[in-house]
């Protein structure tokens, strides 16, 4: 899914084992462009990290997927690519 979105917040970035070593990571809340009540999503940002700031508008590329856990089925949402049009 690519959309303009206006972020909503942004979680401090935490350092994650992986199979390759370490990243960054830390998790956006995005707001579909389009008024008080369009869809909202929560992505994970997963190596570079750049410091967004509420309001901030942006283009995202999200990837969506899903695994099964002990029984029950759990949705991931990744940003794959990000470009903010917002000036600080």
Same mark, same amino acid.
């Given at each position: ?26 998790? /956006?809340?995005?707001?579909? *462009?389009?008024?008080?009540?369009? $869809?909202?999503?929560? +992505? #994970? /940002?997963?190596?570079?990290? *750049?410091?967004?700031?509420?309001? $901030?508008?942006?283009? +995202? #590329? /999200? ?26």
């Amino acid at each position: 899914m690519q959309n303009i979105f206006k972020i909503v917040s942004q979680t401090e970035a935490v350092t994650i084992n992986t199979q390759n070593g370490q990243m960054q990571k830390s998790t /956006l809340v995005m707001q579909e *462009v389009g008024g008080k009540y369009a $869809d909202t999503f929560v +992505a #994970a /940002l997963i190596g570079n990290q *750049v410091k967004f700031f509420k309001g $901030d508008i942006v283009w +995202a #590329a /999200l990837r969506f997927s899903c695994r099964d856990y002990n029984g029950n089925t759990y949705q991931d949402i990744t940003v794959q690519d990000i470009v903010s049009f917002s000036k600080h």
